[in-house]
């Protein structure tokens, strides 16, 4: 009888207590839903009044606002790299975005922020350089474009050993970057390295010329049969021969053999019209016998000019030219250095 009471009696607390339970749980959802509907009411108003946005700031200060930060990001992160010549890009400072409820009529500017931000990119470009002999010639975009241009002007040009380079090179300097396309360089670099060759070519015919006292002798004279040779013996002078003689018909142009400065023009004795030509270092060449001359004292020259012309005014037997070279003024063979 006992136990039954007492099972009675927590039987009862059990159900005072389940209806406890049920009362509350009903009075938490009725708060709940009404928090949920207070709470959207307010998200709401708040839509209606406001928008999510990203404010973007470069240092602190804020530069413009942007309405979607990962469409944004990836939109200038394209442009960038997409940009001619890009090889890697850093940022000085890196913009800050942060998400924020403003007023409606707030207008974006997205082009204006960019514009900030690719204030503060560091570009590196990179390009490929094409060089002879370390002299630039060109620059192009790849090292595609490079190798085709080099390799076909060595088709071009094959019984030359050309050292073209092709060098890679980067820059921040925007305005660095002049390339041109595969024909326009190629074109470029054929004028450029013909050019070149024929300095080479020049250089090595100065380099090859006689040379009296570091005085280059670049032309001769006149082309004609030698009639006379150095130190010969004559019945017609009274000494050794002091030059070389070169017949050739009368009126033809005497060309001076070196840049000089003309200091005897005029008839003189046995010589008859005879051109001095001071080449400096000690080094005089004399033209005598000639018809006519065309210079006179103090006029510059420079070789292959025309002094005068073939005669045979003086001690002569024909038309010829009486050719000499002195050095320090001593009379030495011409044909140590011309007409070999």
Do not use: C
Not at 87 to 113: A, G, I, S
Not at 302 to 311: L, N, P, R, W
């Amino acid at each position: 009888m006992v136990a039954l009471k007492k099972l009675n009696k927590k039987g009862a607390w059990i159900y005072i207590l389940n209806k406890k339970l049920k009362y509350y749980t009903k009075e938490i959802f009725k708060y709940f839903n009404i928090a949920i509907i207070g709470l959207g009411f307010i998200t709401a108003i708040i839509l209606i009044k406001y928008k999510p946005i990203y404010e973007v700031s470069i240092s602190g200060e804020e530069v413009g606002y942007v309405q979607n930060k990962e469409a944004f990001v990836e939109n200038l992160k394209q442009e960038v790299e997409q940009g001619k010549n890009v090889d890697t890009v850093d940022l000085e400072e890196k913009p800050e975005y942060e998400l924020k409820f403003v007023d409606r009529n707030l207008e974006t500017n997205e082009e204006e922020v960019a514009s900030k931000i690719e204030e503060n990119l560091v570009i590196t470009y990179k390009y490929y350089e094409i060089a002879l002999n370390d002299e630039e010639l060109q620059k192009v975009d790849t090292i595609d474009e490079a190798e085709e241009v080099v390799n076909e002007i060595k088709e071009e040009i094959p019984d030359k050993d050309l050292d073209l380079t092709i060098l890679e090179k980067f820059t921040q300097n925007e305005e660095e970057l002049t390339t041109e396309d595969v024909e326009v360089a190629k074109a470029d670099i054929q004028t450029k390295v013909t050019e070149i060759i024929e300095k080479q070519e020049e250089q090595e015919r100065i380099d090859a010329l006689p040379d009296i006292n570091g005085i280059k002798l670049a032309v001769t004279p006149i082309s004609g049969k030698i009639t006379s040779r150095y130190g010969v013996s004559s019945s017609i002078r009274s000494s050794r021969h002091t030059g070389l003689d070169i017949s050739a018909k009368k009126g033809t142009p005497i060309k001076v053999v070196a840049d000089g400065t003309v200091t005897f023009a005029k008839y003189n004795g046995s010589y008859g019209n005879l051109v001095k030509v001071d080449h400096g270092n000690g080094v005089e060449t004399w033209y005598a016998h000639t018809n006519k001359m065309y210079v006179k004292a103090g006029t510059e020259v420079k070789a292959g000019d025309v002094i005068a012309e073939v005669g045979s005014t003086g001690n002569s037997t024909g038309p010829h030219l009486h050719l000499e070279i002195r050095v320090n003024g001593k009379h030495i063979n011409p044909q140590l250095y011309l007409y070999k």
